[in-house]
């Protein structure tokens, strides 16, 4: 099952960039910081005494793993690591068999480095062009901007609106349309006040932007999870603590079966920050159980060592799924990805003609 899950062609749908930061690349982005600066050596002492993995088994809280979100911006700080990370991060995805991968990343600006919003946002997709133009390259790569819900509003609207500004950026692969397909709104769960952004993650659905909405990773988040909904957003990342307490979410997990929403999940994400107790748990089964589509995902590869394929072989040991089950979870997400059809066609005949035993 292991060399299945591995061989297998694989769809990403939920990764944020800089959770997505393998531990090699930290590496390189330390002695690249060692090399241009020595202003900076607290801030490698910091990122190296802390480590920006965290460890299987380590008690931890999503606050511990924010803490580290916040060390890896700070070594993402200028544009030129930010194009190394997003080079790196593409063609680690495409290693692992990934052939199609939505990157998600909230755009950042830092004044001592002279970066600005759309310098980082350039610079994604400048990498994204470079690491997929490239002849032996199989992956096709498409972004989605996050939206912050811990900051303020007016840097949501500022998101939309480089989003428009760079929707068809040329990375390219005209043939694919635009490489800006959607919306996310994540960050730390536990801030409130998210109604505020719904008219921009409204402006962006009436502009085509696709929606994809973090939702009840932590528990008591089923108001705001309701309001959410009634934007019906075209994926749910996460969704963890509805089916914890179905009756009180009853109306929630009718409309996400009605509407047919797509779930994201991501098993050792949920694992290591203890937005569930144990892997056998894990929300997974209830929708399965309900034949609901949920896309198997990493959330954060770099944060949490895991990979694509790790994530199914977990999820097949877990729920017992056959070759069949885990090929079709595979194969299923080209249906929901964010890209038009003729992407989606592309998609469909790759697992088609693909031999996997
Ligand atoms: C673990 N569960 C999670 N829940 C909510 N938001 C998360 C997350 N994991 C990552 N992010 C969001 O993604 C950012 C890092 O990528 P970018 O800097 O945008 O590339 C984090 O700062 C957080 O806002
Ligand atoms: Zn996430």
Same mark, same amino acid.
């Given at each position: 099952?292991?060399?299945?899950?591995?061989?297998?062609?694989?769809?990403?749908?939920?990764?944020?960039? /800089?959770?997505?930061? $393998?531990?090699?690349?930290?590496?390189? +982005?330390?002695?690249? @910081?060692? #090399? &241009?600066?020595?202003?900076? *050596?607290?801030?490698?002492?910091?990122?190296?005494?802390?480590?920006?993995?965290?460890?299987?088994?380590?008690?931890?809280?999503?606050?511990?793993?924010?803490?580290?979100?916040?060390?890896?911006?700070?070594?993402?700080?200028?544009?030129?690591?930010?194009?190394?990370?997003?080079?790196?991060?593409?063609?680690?995805?495409?290693?692992?068999?990934?052939?199609?991968?939505?990157?998600?990343?909230?755009?950042?600006?830092?004044?001592?480095? /002279?970066?600005?919003? $759309?310098?980082?946002?350039?610079?994604? +997709?400048?990498?994204? @062009?470079? #690491? &997929?133009?490239?002849?032996? *390259?199989?992956?096709?790569?498409?972004?989605?901007?996050?939206?912050?819900?811990?900051?303020?509003?007016?840097?949501?609207?500022?998101?939309?609106?480089?989003?428009?500004?760079?929707?068809?950026?040329?990375?390219?692969?005209?043939?694919?349309?635009?490489?800006?397909?959607?919306?996310?709104?994540?960050?730390?769960?536990?801030?409130?006040?998210?109604?505020?952004?719904?008219?921009?993650?409204?402006?962006?659905?009436?502009?085509?932007?696709?929606?994809?909405?973090?939702?009840?990773?932590?528990?008591?988040?089923?108001?705001?999870?309701?309001?959410?909904?009634?934007?019906?957003?075209?994926?749910?990342?996460?969704?963890?603590?509805?089916?914890?307490?179905?009756?009180?979410?009853?109306?929630?997990?009718?409309?996400?079966?009605?509407?047919?929403?797509?779930?994201?999940?991501?098993?050792?994400?949920?694992?290591?920050?203890?937005?569930?107790?144990?892997?056998?748990?894990?929300?997974?089964?209830?929708?399965?159980?309900?034949?609901?589509?949920?896309?198997?995902?990493?959330?954060?590869?770099?944060?949490?060592?895991?990979?694509?394929?790790?994530?199914?072989?977990?999820?097949?040991?877990?729920?017992?799924?056959?070759?069949?089950?885990?090929?079709?979870?595979?194969?299923?997400?080209?249906?929901?990805?964010?890209?038009?059809?003729?992407?989606?066609?592309?998609?469909?005949?790759?697992?088609?003609?693909?031999?996997?035993?």
């Amino acid at each position: 099952m292991e060399k299945f899950c591995r061989d297998m062609p694989k769809i990403e749908l939920h990764a944020h960039l /800089n959770g997505s930061v $393998s531990e090699q690349t930290i590496e390189k +982005l330390l002695k690249r @910081r060692a #090399a &241009t600066s020595s202003s900076s *050596s607290e801030q490698h002492g910091e990122a190296v005494a802390t480590g920006c993995n965290i460890k299987p088994g380590n008690d931890l809280s999503l606050d511990d793993c924010f803490k580290k979100f916040s060390i890896i911006h700070q070594l993402c700080s200028d544009d030129e690591s930010v194009y190394i990370i997003t080079k790196d991060v593409i063609q680690e995805f495409a290693a692992d068999n990934v052939k199609y991968l939505e990157l998600r990343t909230g755009p950042k600006c830092n004044s001592t480095s /002279n970066m600005t919003k $759309s310098s980082y946002l350039k610079s994604v +997709l400048q990498a994204i @062009r470079d #690491a &997929t133009t490239v002849k032996t *390259s199989e992956i096709i790569v498409k972004l989605i901007i996050s939206i912050d819900r811990a900051k303020p509003l007016q840097e949501a609207w500022e998101n939309l609106q480089l989003a428009k500004q760079f929707r068809n950026f040329d990375v390219g692969r005209e043939d694919m349309g635009d490489v800006i397909v959607g919306l996310d709104l994540s960050g730390h769960p536990s801030t409130t006040d998210v109604e505020k952004f719904i008219p921009v993650l409204q402006a962006a659905r009436e502009s085509s932007f696709k929606l994809t909405i973090h939702v009840s990773e932590i528990a008591g988040r089923e108001d705001e999870c309701r309001k959410l909904i009634s934007l019906r957003p075209h994926r749910l990342g996460h969704a963890t603590n509805l089916s914890t307490h179905p009756n009180q979410c009853i109306d929630i997990i009718q409309k996400i079966l009605i509407q047919n929403i797509p779930l994201e999940i991501c098993l050792t994400s949920n694992l290591m920050t203890s937005t569930i107790a144990d892997l056998s748990s894990h929300h997974l089964q209830y929708w399965l159980d309900k034949k609901h589509q949920c896309i198997i995902c990493t959330d954060d590869k770099g944060m949490f060592s895991t990979s694509l394929s790790k994530e199914f072989i977990l999820a097949s040991t877990t729920f017992n799924l056959s070759k069949e089950e885990v090929w079709s979870m595979s194969r299923n997400a080209v249906e929901h990805i964010f890209s038009s059809e003729h992407v989606k066609e592309q998609l469909r005949t790759m697992f088609a003609t693909f031999i996997c035993d």
